[in-house]
């Protein structure tokens, strides 16, 4: 069974950081691009970044330069988001998703996806 599963969401400070990962499961990441994006409260879902099968990074939001960094792990399975220096506008589900064709900035593009994991910042 083909499955990505989100972890490490929770409730965080502004200013804190949070580590999630994406890892999968009945099929090998190594030839995917993995991307992840966010849907806050009544808002559309919206690409954060993406990692290509051979480690090139692409940001889809440019309010995340320099606070989120992304990293691939093919050994285990396992795609990571660090996400440092959060800001309450970064709350929102956050989903990972494998595209076989690349990084790109569209949710069609994208062939498995996560069920999601809640990121809260707040103090």
């Known amino acids: 069974q083909v499955q990505l599963v989100e972890s490490g969401g929770g409730l965080v400070q502004p200013g804190g950081s949070l580590r999630l990962s994406c890892a999968a499961s009945g099929f090998t990441l190594d030839y995917y691009a993995i991307g992840w994006f966010r849907q806050a409260p009544g808002k559309e879902r919206e690409g954060v970044i993406c990692i290509s099968s051979s480690g090139t990074v692409t940001i889809y939001s440019d309010s995340v330069k320099g606070r989120f960094t992304i990293s691939r792990d093919n050994a285990k399975n396992t795609v990571y988001l660090q996400m440092d220096s959060l800001k309450p506008e970064d709350t929102a589900v956050y989903y990972c998703?494998?595209?076989?064709?690349?990084?790109?900035?569209?949710?069609?593009?994208?062939?498995?996806w996560g069920q999601g994991t809640q990121v809260t910042v707040s103090s």
């Open positions: 998703a494998a595209g076989a064709v690349g990084c790109r900035n569209s949710l069609g593009r994208y062939n498995y």
